[in-house]
């Protein structure tokens, strides 16, 4: 009887604790399947860095923002890209300008404030809201879904695709400054890969209308 007894407090205290787990665990948005959901919460180290306004690149080895931007009447493209690559010895990378297919390199670095420091010789300087993007942590839980990958057979690689449009205040002032059409086509684009054993997170947002292709790419290499 003892035995028993036993048993069913153990049975008991199983279920209790069960339902403790489940109490304390996040409930999935409704905006959200649960594969989207849990795949999301792979990317919550690209989140967080992105929602930081002074970011901390102490994790990061390697970042690397870019600008593209082509005129589509003449298929002319000019890029702006500030590379960091070795950010876990030296706060030095390169500003590259890419027009006609010249480039030109000129040496950057990053002061205590995140703001890039240039030699007199840059012609353009890179727009340091690109490079230090700051999104609000809430940005993409608002965001819905388009499309997704929760994992590449052969590559490993892992992205989302989400719905956005020129209401979202941080696109909408992007293309009042780059003199983007509102009507524009806008995508929206995140993956994460090993290389090494570093994981990469790319995010890509492209704006798209009647005269330009506009686009930004940031980079970001995360320290194991």
Not at 121 to 128: A, K, Q
Not at 132 to 153: G, M, R, V
Request: aromatic residues 14%.
């Amino acid at each position: 009887m003892k035995s028993l007894w036993k048993r069913g407090l153990l049975i008991l205290g199983g279920v209790i604790l069960m339902t403790a787990a489940a109490c304390t665990k996040e409930p999935i948005p409704d905006n959200r399947t649960k594969e989207q959901y849990e795949l999301e919460q792979e990317f919550q180290p690209l989140f967080d860095f992105l929602a930081e306004e002074k970011k901390d690149f102490s994790k990061i080895s390697k970042y690397k923002s870019t600008l593209f931007e082509t005129e589509r009447k003449t298929n002319i493209e000019k890029s702006y890209g500030v590379n960091f690559d070795k950010l876990i010895y030296s706060k030095d990378g390169t500003y590259t300008i890419t027009e006609d297919g010249k480039a030109v390199e000129y040496l950057v670095s990053v002061n205590e404030n995140n703001k890039l420091f240039y030699p007199s010789s840059v012609p353009i300087e890179y727009d340091d809201n690109l490079f230090n993007l700051h999104l609000e942590k809430d940005f993409f839980e608002k965001l819905p879904i388009s499309d997704y990958t929760a994992e590449h057979p052969e590559t490993y690689l892992k992205d989302i695709s989400y719905e956005v449009d020129s209401s979202i205040p941080f696109l909408k002032q992007l293309m009042e400054r780059y003199d983007i059409n509102q009507n524009a086509d806008i995508s929206l684009y995140i993956e994460n890969y090993y290389e090494g054993d570093d994981m990469v997170y790319v995010i890509r947002i492209s704006l798209v209308d009647d005269y330009k292709i506009f686009d930004i790419i940031n980079k970001i290499t995360f320290r194991e």
